[in-house]
């Protein structure tokens, strides 16, 4: 079964809108493992609005699923934090300065030679690497050259055409997991999936290995509750 990962930045952006530790952002990492989560993913940004490079370290100390940090490695505090924490995997992610959220992957072809010395650097520590690319079979291939372990792949486009045409939104998606499959790498999803999109996605991508889900997923406790949404989305991925 693919592992869901919860992404809980957006538990650390309501606890850092009033100061003080409400809502316990540990806690919640913690509880979201009992109810079932098989991963936690933060992804630190350079100006601490959600995730702050602490919180890296606390979480650290009492996950006992996979930890995932995702960022941008040409951050060389993201860098260091990682490799302080050796995390079970890092996700590379292109963002710029300042970005609200990841908007695309990279370009595995024009920046190869810089992620084949980044993905050597943080396997070389024990760290899983997974590379966030956009769903073309190019960018497919070209990760392999890199060295990493994974792929992510950015389903934004997949989330926002899916009530349009389903089998249209998912198909360039199959052809970038057939690829990885053929390639030998690891596959990861995720960005904007949901209880309405996320069991199509899964049920139609082979060897889908992890995906990470945390606005949606936050959004959704508001009504359900976490324990109760947690387990919902676990269910899409049976």
């Keep these: 079964m693919t592992k869901l ?3 809980i930045n957006k538990i650390a952006t309501l606890r850092n809108s009033r100061g003080g530790n409400n809502p316990d952002l540990v806690k919640v990492a913690l509880d979201c493992e009992r109810f079932g989560a ?3 993913t933060v992804h630190p940004r350079p100006d601490e609005r959600h995730i702050r490079y602490q919180d890296v370290f606390e979480l650290k100390e009492v996950i006992s699923t996979e930890f995932n940090i995702e960022g941008n490695c040409r951050e ?19 963002d710029a300065l300042g970005q609200i959220t990841s908007n695309h992957g990279w370009d595995t ?3 190869q030679a810089y992620l084949q010395d980044m993905v050597a650097l943080f396997k070389s ?4 690497v997974s590379i966030f690319v956009d769903p073309v079979v190019e960018m497919v291939e070209g990760a392999l050259a890199t060295g990493t372990d994974r792929i992510e792949l950015y389903t934004e486009d997949y989330a926002k055409h899916y009530h349009i045409d389903k089998e249209k939104a998912i198909a360039p998606y199959l052809a970038a997991a057939n690829k990885a499959n053929e390639l030998g790498l690891g596959l990861n999803a995720g960005h904007d ?19 990470s889900i945390g606005h949606a997923l936050v959004c959704d406790a508001l009504y359900y509750g976490l324990e109760n949404t947690v387990q919902l989305y676990l269910k899409q991925l049976v």
Excluded at 125 to 128: A, D, F, K, N, S
Excluded at 206 to 211: A, D, I, Q
């Design 109 to 111: 072809i024009k920046h």
């Design 38 to 40: 098989e991963g936690i």
């Design 5 to 7: 990962s919860v992404n």
């Design 125 to 128: 520590e024990g760290i899983r």
């Design 193 to 211: 999936l949901d209880l309405h999109n996320l069991k199509y996605f899964a049920q139609h991508t082979p060897n889908l290995l992890e995906v």
């Design 76 to 94: 060389q505090k993201f860098v260091d934090l990682v490799l302080a924490n050796k995390p079970a995997q890092v996700t590379l992610v292109p």
